[in-house]
């Protein structure tokens, strides 16, 4: 047989088997067709009867052209999940090689690497104009699947190899050149150790959310926590048979159907979740959280398909462009000219220098943070009516110029102020001394004589204990002390612990077990009733409430439930509070609000809560009583809320606010790896747990055992994630004692 | 020596232990569905963390308690006649047959033969340097020790005493201490071997090896 026409069918068999795969095996009339046809060809090639086997093989070949682009009408959600997990798919090795001009690997070669994951390259484009050859250096960064490739674990990072992307993103930053991040990951390697899953992730968003040089994200297989790590962009593109997840189809189908102990979901309820889960290309740039698709061949980009990748050199140079132009200081003419090229061929003909000023890079870390904070607001259900918004607009207009007024103008001159002040007021008690002398000399009565005890007493005494406004009763008790019965601490096994009668438990004992100290939750209203001063907590925002964006089944009323058992609108109250006349903005996300899951209306009210306290230059305080990560029934909105808060958090901590995070219960996922993870000071109270993902999802994505305590608090703190753990009892004591060391005496230092 | 082989000739013809479970406290206990004959399984787990098979509740104030198996085996009898009722703690619920495995078997053998030194005290316990480098370089079974003989340093708050051992002459057969693990006291330390039975005891021990056949 001819070599050349081995090779087609070579290539046809392939395409054949690649169909087969990304439709997961299920009977389709079309690919049968396509078999058989190849079939027949193969026969009557052994027969040896053919007239023009190159004819007829150039015929099939257009008949694989024409079923791909007819399958490609009706790709499912979960089509594209299987085609981006597909051992063939395009890799970001493939990518270096075809879309940039040269590159070196950097941070360690393919499996001799800390992480071979995640994948590091300095790469350069050239571009020509005239005779003139331009050479522009850009950082690639991206997690790397491999073709299979055992070692790259997937493209599942580990928190070393998301520490090593920040790393060379702190040297891009350095050397002013962008930074394209590929995405390819199904999510991030769930392991606790140093520093920790969440808690790397969390440092890669909040220092992405203030890289002074441009990013383009291009996003692929973006699962959740992994994506985000290296997704916090100026502009994100999309490849079109890509996902962009909260969770993967078969994680959510777990959760929805309730499965436990390694039961597996079926492929219908999977393929269910893919679609109500609205992962895909299209589906997010509805949602505005991708920029542009980048369209891919039929049935998704595999390595040969060379014009793909062509296209995406022409995207992701002119997403760059577009970004630096936008911030530089004369964007007018070139910025139009870069949208119009849009449509051109070749836009390496109108190369834009890719350095930036000092104030260029000032407004391209401005224009990316508003960019995420404008993002999903549309997502939740927010009740407050038009005047009711235009009052709070109004007030905080005269909110912030009154704290303008006194912490710009005031402190700033506060030394020469109060000097005038003290000489006025001196030169005051002299001419009233004076005006008043003639009356004083009439005035009749004795002087009042000192009482020689007291005065002794004054002078020799010990001072007085001056009372700190401690909270001696409690002021809420949790509702279960009414109930009758005794408890078992969970660590009766091992200290002996005694039953503990419920009404003293929940009372009296602030739920902390008498014999070991272990912490039974409570009640996230327990917390603001008996941490703040009495009647100091004014709630606001009360009117954004978590809805149904996405409109998935059955979630409407699931959400009803929650608030009408919770008495709350969303998993997030925010509130202004004071600890002992010290003055604070709080936002509490509550375990008892649907896991106290994150969506759309808490990152709003958590935004929200930040701004608010960096406009009244007060401490901020996120009380987290519990949180099961991002509510993953609100897809994309909820994931988005990961850099959104993260940014809100970056903006206030920028400005020179005192950010506490204080973990409670459970507290897991997104959240922990984005906007409480990030911050300089966390604490947690006794018997919590904090962590990536729990045991179920370890054991099901990474096939450990861990051992049972693998996510007490005490862990995080051997590894550096929080830096101290309370006693539930003395969290008014310990928050105040934390306001007042780390806040200093002004509590908003700097 | 035949005491030994006697044992092993009774654990064979009932190779079985009796594990009576008890209730920890007074309360009312109530059985789930178990029957004399039924298999259960004790905790499992890498770290046991699953709780074995439960096999009643005890509830007192309102506060179910499961009461689960504590090892592997057979049911053999169950208190029906106390479902419902209050009972006292230290009642047997649940009597269950522990198949013994050949490691049980062989640990019951050589405490049975062996002279056992105890831990006076709760403490970290190691071998004098001259012994440990004997243990290193010819296995546990080179050294012989006799009465008063310093064997052991007990070491507790970094507090380091010499140790010595007390009972009949002999080799070392068997180690049960970590050098980095606390001991309990009265926990064994180590089984001592006299010279003329250390043949007869290996060679019960590898009967036993080789013949117990596990359920």
Redesign the interface.
């Known amino acids: 047989m001819d070599r050349s026409i081995e090779k087609h069918l070579h290539a046809l068999t392939d395409r054949l088997h690649y169909m087969r795969d990304i439709f997961g095996g299920a009977p389709n009339d079309n690919v049968a067709l396509l078999q058989s046809k190849l079939q027949e060809y193969r026969e009557r090639q052994t027969w040896d009867n053919q007239v023009d086997p190159f004819a007829d093989i150039s015929n099939l070949e257009d008949l694989f052209a024409f079923v791909e682009r007819k399958l490609e009408a009706d790709l499912s959600p979960m089509d594209k999940v299987r085609i981006v997990r597909h051992p063939q798919r395009i890799c970001l090795r493939d990518i270096l090689e075809n879309v940039y001009d040269n590159f070196t690997e950097i941070g360690g070669q393919d499996e001799h690497s800390i992480d071979p994951g995640m994948l590091i390259a300095r790469a350069y484009v050239t571009r020509r104009r005239g005779k003139k050859t331009f050479h522009q250096s850009v950082m690639v960064i991206g997690q790397e699947k491999g073709h299979g490739e055992d070692f790259r674990n997937g493209g599942s990072v580990k928190p070393w190899g998301n520490a090593k992307a920040l790393q060379y993103m702190r040297v891009a930053e350095t050397e002013g050149i962008p930074i394209h991040c590929y995405v390819f990951t199904p999510g991030s390697f769930p392991v606790e150790d140093y520093p920790g899953a969440a808690q790397q992730i969390a440092r890669n968003i909040y220092s992405m959310a203030g890289i002074r040089v441009p990013i383009i994200a291009i996003f692929s297989e973006g699962g959740s926590g992994g994506a985000e790590a290296i997704g916090l962009a100026d502009k994100r593109l999309m490849l079109s048979h890509g996902y962009y997840s909260v969770i993967s189809p078969e994680g959510a189908a777990a959760i929805e159907g309730r499965l436990r102990g390694g039961e597996r979901a079926s492929p219908e309820l999977i393929a269910h979740c893919a679609r109500y889960q609205c992962i895909t290309a299209q589906d997010n740039l509805q949602f505005g959280y991708i920029d542009q698709i980048i369209q891919e061949p039929s049935l998704g980009a595999r390595p040969h398909h060379f014009d793909f990748f062509r296209a995406l050199r022409q995207e992701v140079l002119r997403a760059t462009d577009e970004t630096v132009l936008a911030v530089r200081g004369a964007p007018f003419f070139r910025g139009m000219a870069a949208r119009r090229r849009r449509t051109a061929e070749n836009l390496e003909e109108y190369p834009v220098r890719w350095g930036l000023g000092a104030t260029d890079k000032k407004r391209l870390v401005l224009r990316r943070q508003k960019k995420f904070l404008k993002l999903s607001r549309f997502a939740c259900v927010d009740k407050r009516a038009f005047f009711t918004k235009l009052f709070n607009a109004w007030r905080d207009m005269w909110r912030g110029c009154w704290y303008r007024v006194k912490y710009d103008f005031y402190r700033k001159h506060q030394r020469t102020i109060s000097f005038i002040l003290e000489e006025i007021a001196a030169e005051w008690l002299l001419v009233k001394a004076r005006m008043a002398a003639p009356f004083k000399a009439l005035r009749w009565g004795k002087k009042p004589v000192p009482d020689p005890e007291q005065a002794a007493s004054d002078l020799m005494a010990l001072s007085h204990w001056v009372e700190d406004n401690r909270i001696r009763r409690w002021n809420y008790l949790s509702p279960r002390y009414k109930i009758d019965r005794t408890l078992t601490c969970p660590n009766a096994e091992t200290y002996g612990c005694l039953d503990l009668w419920g009404p003293d438990l929940f009372a009296e004992f602030a739920g902390v077990c008498s014999y070991c100290g272990y912490h039974f939750p409570m009640e996230p209203e327990w917390c603001v009733q008996n941490v703040f001063d009495t009647n100091s907590v004014f709630e606001f925002n009360t009117d954004i409430e978590a809805g149904n964006p996405l409109n998935f089944p059955d979630f409407d009323e699931k959400i009803q439930e929650a608030q009408e058992r919770t008495e709350h609108k969303s998993g997030c109250m925010t509130f202004e509070a004071r600890i002992d006349n010290i003055k604070l903005v709080a936002a509490m996300l509550m375990g008892t609000f649907r896991g106290g899951s994150v969506g759309a209306a808490e990152g709003q009210k958590f935004i929200e809560a930040a701004e608010r306290a960096r406009e009244n230059r007060q401490p901020f305080l996120a009380y987290v009583h519990g949180t099961a990560g991002i509510r993953i029934q609100e897809g994309t909105h909820g994931l988005i809320q990961m850099p959104r808060c993260t940014v809100a958090v970056h903006q206030y901590i920028e400005s020179g606010g005192l950010y506490v995070v204080l973990y409670d219960t459970n507290s897991f996922a997104g959240p922990v790896a984005s906007f409480l993870g990030c911050s300089p000071y966390q604490f947690a109270v006794r018997s919590s747990n904090i962590g990536f993902a729990g045991p179920g999802v370890i054991k099901e994505t990474t096939g450990m055992d861990i051992p049972p305590k693998y996510h007490r608090s005490y862990r995080a703190l051997s590894r550096g994630h929080i830096q101290g753990i309370w006693d539930r009892r003395h969290i008014r004591a310990n928050l105040k004692q934390a306001l007042l060391t780390m806040g200093g005496r002004n509590l908003y230092y700097r | 020596m035949l005491n030994i082989t006697e044992l092993l000739e009774q654990l064979k013809a009932s190779p079985y232990e009796e594990i009576h479970i008890t209730v920890p ?1 007074t309360g009312h206990v109530s059985f789930t569905n178990i029957q004399p004959g039924d298999v259960v399984y004790g905790p499992t ?3 046991k ?1 699953k709780p074995g098979t439960q096999l009643a509740f005890l509830d ?4 179910p ?1 499961p009461i689960c198996a504590s090892q592997k085996g057979v049911i053999s009898d169950v208190r029906r006649e106390l479902d419902g009722s209050f009972v006292e703690a230290g009642t047997r619920l649940v009597t269950m047959q522990h198949a013994l495995t050949r490691e049980e078997v062989v640990n019951r053998l050589l405490r049975h033969s062996l002279h056992l030194f105890n831990a006076p005290e709760r403490a970290k316990y190691y071998f004098v340097p001259n012994v440990d480098k004997k243990i290193r370089t010819g296995g546990v079974r080179s050294v012989a020790v006799h009465d008063g003989m310093e064997v052991f340093i007990m070491s507790r708050m970094k507090r380091e005493v010499p140790l010595a051992y007390s009972g009949p002459g002999g080799c070392i057969y068997e180690v049960y201490f970590k050098h980095t693990d606390n001991v309990e006291a009265g926990q064994p330390l180590v089984g001592v071997c006299p010279p003329d039975q250390l043949a007869s005891i290996e060679d019960v021990i590898m009967r036993a090896q080789t013949e117990w056949q596990e359920e």
């Open positions: 406290h787990g890498a770290w963390d007192r104030e309102r506060n308690k």
